[in-house]
Every structure is written in C-alpha cells, then in structure tokens.
C-alpha cells in the first residue's frame, strides 16, 4: 500500500470514529431534551438550597431560559457518552500502539474518565454546599441574591473543570515517571513546593473563603501523593518486567 492510499485510509477511519462519536453524543442529547429543565433545576440545587426563603434566579436575556437548560443537557450528554467516545479514540489510535503501550494506555484512559467524573461529583456535592453557603451568608444587609443562570452555569462549569482536572494529578504523575521526565525521588523531593503550589491554585480557583481554598488544596496535594505511590508501584512492575 503507497503512502498516499494509507494516509487516505486513516482519514476514512478517523472520519468514521469521529461520525460514530458525533451519534452518539446526538442519540443521547435528544433522550436528555425533554427533561433539560429538570437537569439544569438539578443542577442549580446546591445554591438554591442556600438561598433565603423566597429567593429564586433571574434569566436576564430574553432566550436564556431557552439555551441555559439545553447546554446542561448537551453538557451531560457528553459526560454520558464520553467512555464510548473515548473507546472510538482508542480503535483509532489502537492499531499504531506496541503491546506495552495499549496495557498502559487502556488504564490510563479508564482511570483520567474516572477521576474526572469524581472531581465533578466532589464539587457538586461537598464544595458547592459551602462556597454558596459562604456567598449568600457574605450578602450585604438589604441585598437580594439573584444570580443569573447563565453566569451560574459558567461558574459551575469553571468549578467542574478546575476539580476535574485536579483530579488527573495522579494520571499526570504515573505518565511523566513512566515517560522518563522525572523519578519518584524528585517528586517526593519537591512535595514542599506541591503542596504550597496547591493552596496557590485553592486560592485562585476558589471564592475567598479558608474552608473551600482547603477544599481544593488538600485533595490536589492527597492525590499528588497517590500518584507518586501508583508510579513507585509501575516502576517496580517494570522493573520486574525487564528482568531476564
């Protein structure tokens, strides 16, 4: 086969991996419309449970109401459909990858989605409760807290994505000791300045209050600490593999 018909031939692979992840993500997105209103009133729970008795959110665009819920819908549609999305990267990029790669990638595919999924679910349900908490207690005498729901489903996305990717910290530490970029002694030799880089990134990523910076901060700082351990743990099995 010329260069020309195998560059074609992935182009036709690519195209069907990427057709096949486009339908499902759209099959899921329209089981989910019906019920956007519902998605986004579950996703809005955590503030509206902590604001004062008769307090509401307000849509100040005219077709907000309309586009704010189907963003939710579309946003869980892709959390949904992601493992088969993944899997369609994974048989296009499977047939170019050495045995030793595919058992380390399959893992670390499983793992990313996974510790994704649990930043989200960490936020939701653990740091939400307090940083709104925090927010409507720090209202000034006499003002109403109203927030908009398309701001608040920007901040709510910033938050799932901040503690999404928080939570690849130990993915990101096994691949750069497996690569060869750095060794489990020089991560445990700057964990001092980990952890004083994670009460940096609390800070920023999180409203100004001590509880949810901690909320940030601890977990990024315990899940360094898990990567270290899971590499320490790879690079033994890889020595061990080496061996005659």
Same mark, same amino acid.
């Given at each position: ?24 993500? /759209? ?10 209103? %519902? ?52 048989? &296009?990029?499977? $047939?170019?990858? =050495? ?32 940083? &709104?908490? &925090? ?5 000034? #005498? ?15 996305? /910033? ?5 999404? /990717? ?19 002694? #020089? ?5 001092? =300045? ?12 999180? $409203? ?10 601890? $977990?990024?700082?315990?899940? =360094? ?10 690079? #033994?099995?890889?020595?061990?593999? %080496?061996?005659?």
């Amino acid at each position: 086969m010329s260069a020309t018909e195998s560059f074609i031939t992935h182009l036709i692979e690519l195209r069907t991996r990427l057709l096949n992840s486009v339908v499902a993500l /759209t099959l899921v997105f329209i089981c989910l419309f019906p019920w956007a209103s %519902d998605l986004y009133a579950l996703l809005a729970q955590p503030l509206l449970a902590k604001l004062p008795i008769g307090g509401q959110m307000i849509a100040t665009d005219v077709t907000t109401p309309f586009f704010v819920p189907l963003k939710v819908a579309m946003m869980t549609a892709f959390v949904i459909a992601l493992p088969y999305i993944l899997f369609q990267i994974w048989r &296009f990029i499977a $047939p170019g990858l =050495y045995a030793h790669e595919k058992r380390l990638v399959v893992p670390l595919i499983v793992a990313s989605t996974t510790l994704f999924v649990c930043g989200m679910a960490f936020a939701y349900f653990l740091v939400f409760p307090v940083v &709104f908490g &925090f927010i409507t207690a720090s209202a000034p #005498k006499g003002v109403a807290v109203m927030t908009d729901i398309d701001k608040y489903l920007s901040f709510v996305l /910033t938050m799932f994505v901040a503690f999404g /990717t928080t939570f690849q910290v130990p993915v990101v530490v096994v691949i750069l000791v497996r690569m060869g970029f750095v060794t489990v002694e #020089k991560l445990r030799e700057i964990r001092p =300045y980990v952890v004083v880089g994670a009460f940096v990134v609390g800070a920023i990523f999180t $409203p100004p209050d001590v509880v949810s910076q901690f909320m940030l901060a601890i $977990p990024l700082w315990l899940l =360094y600490e898990a990567g270290i351990v899971v590499a320490a743990w790879v690079g #033994k099995g890889r020595m061990k593999g %080496d061996q005659p």
